[in-house]
């Protein structure tokens, strides 16, 4: 009995030791693999970060208080440099660790370390091709052109095969998570005996996924003479979009959306409008907030600023509300919309003066009457700018007969009446 207690012992001590050598080589395999997962978005995330320092550089008008030297001709168009020295200052190759950026703090990430040579396991920086479109700076000459797009070229020399998994999944995934847009990546291949040549045959990455067929004769041509290439362009939000897509630097060190009574940056909004002749008519459907620096941006043909909100109301009943222009960049014109907010028949006990006081009975009380509502043909709202003042007045059709005993007058006009309150919007445009 011992001698088989003995035995079951020792099975037990064998099949555990089998148990948990499987463990660790589970385990083992577990971390190992997991380690090369945070390579791989380790190095997705450096080449997201180098693309986006590219277009950032690229969008500067100035750089250390000089014109910036890619703005300044219309010949160049790509840039291929191994170790990024176009990316660096030119100070920046002589001595010292990091760029020197001069008085403007704004600058210091816009430039890599002077040490930088990008490399990263599998995956080289190649170059840069930039797309110029012509512009002339409206205070510097230097400038004949600004920047509308930049491919970034990674070279990929792992297994073909695993270029999908390796490279641009991950890197997709890593500017998904800094809100870029992975539509325009693209996987070309490189033939390497031709310098700066990018083959026409371009697949996007939703070709890849989705179409196996499309998939394996692209890869079918990748051979040992050919070394595949992530072409990365990034598609942007937010502040590097507004710089970058159709945008001008109209003026250094502003904020896109500015408050001008404030004097600081603040979230504003930008709107869709039509031109009727003289008037200008909001669209309300599409109206969207806007919270991210920048300087201008292109809408429908037309260089703009986003639009500056205000809530007004005609505080001294009868007169026109002036409200003060915004300063606008040279070359743009101040231009001025407004829309009804609220407004309340009884004009003589409303008050919409303040945040706090907007209190209405919204009917007209006299001589002990329960009130009644009154009728309204039609509100409109009219504004002339002089002298960099907008002056805004309003116009209240009451429907005659209605209230006779109102106290307002029947079938009357009613001009800038105090319960009338509305929304003012401001933007600067060519």
């Known amino acids: ?52 320092q590219i277009q950032r550089y690229a969008s500067l008008s100035k750089i250390n208080n000089r014109t910036n030297p890619i703005l300044k001709d219309n010949k160049a168009k790509e840039f291929k440099d191994a170790d990024l020295k176009w990316l660096k200052l030119e100070n ?29 396991g599998d995956l080289s920086y190649f170059g840069s091709q930039f797309e110029f479109s012509t512009y002339v700076h409206p205070s510097n000459p230097e400038i004949q052109r600004q920047i509308k797009q930049v491919v970034s070229y990674f070279q990929y020399r792992g297994m073909e095969r695993a270029f999908i998994g390796d490279a641009a999944g991950y890197v997709i995934s890593e500017a998904k998570k800094k809100g870029f847009s ?31 067929s499309a998939r394996e004769n692209f890869l079918l041509k990748a051979t040992k003479d050919r070394t595949l290439a992530l072409a990365v362009s990034l598609a942007q939000t937010g502040e590097i979009a507004m710089q970058r897509d159709g945008s001008v630097a109209f003026l250094e060190d502003t904020e896109l959306c500015w408050d001008t009574a404030a004097g600081s940056a603040k979230s504003c909004l930008s709107v869709r409008y039509d031109t009727v002749g003289n008037k200008t008519e909001l669209d309300l459907k599409q109206i969207d907030v806007v919270s991210a620096k920048g300087l201008s941006f292109e809408s429908d043909g037309k260089t703009k600023t986003p639009v500056v909100s205000t809530y007004e109301t005609f505080q001294d009943g009868g007169r026109a509300k002036t409200i003060n222009a915004i300063e606008c960049p040279t070359g743009l014109n101040n231009r ?55 002056d805004v007045t309003a116009s209240i059709g009451i429907e005659s007969g209605i209230l006779p005993t109102s106290g307002i007058d029947s079938g009357s006009l009613l001009r800038n009446p105090k319960s009338l309150s509305f929304i003012a919007f401001q933007w600067c445009e060519n």
């Open 336 to 390: 001025f919309a407004a829309v009804v907010s609220s407004f309340s028949t009884a004009g003589q006990n409303a008050n919409f003066s303040s945040e706090s006081a907007k209190d209405s009975q919204g009917t007209t009380q006299k001589d002990g009457s329960k009130g009644s509502h009154a009728l309204l043909s039609g509100i409109s709202l009219n504004w002339t700018l002089t002298n960099k003042v907008w």
């Open 182 to 212: 992975a539509q325009d990546y693209r996987i070309v291949l490189i033939e390497p005996d031709r310098v700066g040549y990018f083959e026409s045959n371009v697949i996007s990455y939703e070709e890849f996924i989705e179409n196996p």
């Open 1 to 52: 009995m011992r001698k088989y207690q003995q035995g079951v012992g020792l099975l037990e001590a064998i099949l555990a030791s089998a148990v948990l050598g499987m463990a660790l080589v589970a385990a083992g395999s577990y971390y190992k693999r997991e380690a090369e997962l945070m390579i791989k978005s380790s190095n997705a995330f450096d080449v997201i970060e180098l693309s986006s």
């Open 92 to 120: 920046c190759l002589t001595a010292g660790d990091v760029p020197t950026t001069g008085n403007n703090n704004d600058l210091q990430d816009q430039f890599i370390a002077c040490d930088a040579d990008y490399r990263k």
